[in-house]
């Protein structure tokens, strides 16, 4: 089969809707990023989290400059993502609004002040280790500190809808054996 690929160019901005809609082709889940920024709890919704590297252990996500919680993400030292699962857009919701949407959360912070969802399928604790150039955004790289995960299924988010996946219980229960083990 014959593909026409399309060339990328930064007008019109048709050109850029269709590359938007070729990028959200790709399936995340989704994530809320919290912060402590000058003693008020934020967080942020973000789908662009990537693991990186196990040693040492890394992950990113970018916030964009345009973003009125960009100042406290750049700036923060400690930070925790939070992976939803499919029963928690509700929370998805809440911060796409507002950045201190945490009334009504079950919610504490941490030992570094980092205010922590409860019930997430998985949090990561990290502190800043490198920020890069991204364009509209910046690529911030955290070190992991703390970790922990539940079984569950994830918050999907594709081509702008969000939906969920059924995992099989077979891949479930190894998540949980595998934890199990782990904690041995
Ligand atoms: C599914 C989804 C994924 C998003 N991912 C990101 C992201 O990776 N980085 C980012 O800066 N904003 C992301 N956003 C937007 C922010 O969560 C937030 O809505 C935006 O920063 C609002 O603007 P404000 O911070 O000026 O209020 C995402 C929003 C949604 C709904």
């Known amino acids: 089969m014959q593909i026409k690929l399309?060339?990328?160019v930064p007008r019109p901005v048709e050109s850029l809707l269709e590359f938007r809609a070729a990028l959200g082709q790709f399936a995340t889940g989704i994530t809320i990023i919290t912060c402590c920024d000058k003693g008020i709890p934020k967080?942020?919704?973000?789908?662009?989290f990537a693991s990186v590297s196990m040693d040492p252990p890394l992950v990113l996500w970018s916030p964009a400059k345009v973003s009125r919680r960009y100042n406290a993400f750049i700036t923060a030292q400690n930070y925790s993502i939070h992976i939803l699962s499919n029963?928690?857009?509700h929370i998805c919701d809440a911060f796409s609004e507002a950045a201190d949407a945490f009334d009504g959360l079950d919610w504490k912070t941490n030992k570094d002040g980092v205010p922590i969802l409860s019930n997430c399928l998985a949090?990561?604790?990290?502190?800043?280790y490198a920020q890069y150039p991204g364009g509209d955004?910046?690529?911030?790289?955290?070190h992991v500190d703390f970790f922990d995960y539940t079984?569950?299924?994830p918050?999907?988010?594709q081509q702008?809808?969000?939906s969920n996946i059924k995992l099989s219980k077979a891949s479930t229960d190894q998540l949980v054996a595998t934890k199990e083990s782990a904690a041995i």
């Open 160 to 162: 702008g809808n969000f």
């Open 151 to 153: 079984a569950g299924e």
């Open 137 to 142: 955004h910046t690529i911030i790289v955290g």
């Open 123 to 128: 949090r990561i604790d990290c502190h800043q």
């Open 87 to 89: 029963k928690q857009k």
């Open 43 to 48: 967080g942020i919704v973000a789908n662009s």
């Open 6 to 8: 399309k060339k990328l």
């Open 155 to 157: 918050l999907i988010f």
